[in-house]
């Protein structure tokens, strides 16, 4: 599977690699809700793209999965940082960042890991 989840009360990291599919998408975004409902708040994430070699993601399985994302509530307001290097990968993920947008998550797009770490350390 190209992906891989760790996460603590913190932070969740998730990282992603390989060639994905919409279905590999969806199995993390599953994961993903069943780590964070081990936590008492919702931590804050990094998902680091680097790895991608090849998205299988077309317009409408961006647009749902920001709308499933978007219609979800939190426990609380947390920090989303997505690392995406490749200007295709920055493009795709404006667009989910555009569409999904929530008042409960600050969702920031860096090209590399070390901004993204940075701007998760600060405060709030």
Do not use: C
């Not at 590999?24 to 998902?47: D, F, H, K, M």
């Not at 077309?58 to 997505?82: C, D, L, M, Q, W």
């Amino acid at each position: 599977m190209p992906f891989q989840i760790q996460g603590d009360a913190e932070i969740i990291r998730i990282t992603l690699s390989g060639q994905l599919t919409e279905a590999e998408i969806s199995e993390v975004g599953r994961e993903l809700i069943r780590l964070e409902a081990t936590y008492p708040t919702t931590p804050n994430r990094l998902t680091d793209l680097t790895g991608v070699e090849k998205g299988e993601l077309p317009f409408a399985a961006i647009h749902e999965r920001a709308k499933r994302n978007r219609e979800r509530v939190y426990t609380n307001k947390f920090k989303s940082a997505i690392v995406a290097p490749k200007t295709l990968d920055y493009g795709l993920t404006r667009i989910y960042q555009t569409l999904g947008e929530h008042p409960q998550v600050d969702l920031q797009i860096f090209k590399t890991r070390d901004e993204a770490e940075g701007w998760l350390a600060a405060k709030r």
